[in-house]
């Protein structure tokens, strides 16, 4: 399952859907692959039963909005913590300048 979402382009084609259906066309474009790319995308989106096909195009299923909340709060965790890393290391920066004068 990890390897599905690790593709951007996947990925990509879970955050479109998400949205809201989408017809072959749509996520072409949308996600800016060829038709043959596409298919072998939504092949293994559907196999893992993320992605459901539609009488009109496709459509995210409730286990692939559930990942895509995952992911994207996985995201954010992720953010927050190098943003915490980073302020701490500014504050270490400026007391050294601090202490030495620098």
Excluded at 5 to 23: C, F, H, Q, S, V
Excluded at 68 to 88: F, G, M
Aim: hydrophobic share 40%.
């Amino acid at each position: 399952m990890t390897r599905v979402i690790a593709n951007e382009n996947r990925l990509k084609m879970l955050l479109l859907l998400d949205r809201g259906p989408r017809t072959w066309t749509e996520l072409m474009f949308e996600v800016k692959v060829n038709p043959k790319v596409l298919r072998h995308h939504l092949k293994m989106l559907r196999q893992c039963g993320l992605v459901e096909k539609r009488e009109v195009g496709f459509a995210i299923t409730n286990a692939g909005r559930a990942l895509v909340k995952l992911s994207l709060d996985s995201i954010v965790s992720e953010l927050e913590l190098a943003q915490q890393i980073a302020e701490s290391q500014e504050n270490r920066q400026y007391a050294r300048k601090k202490a030495t004068g620098y």
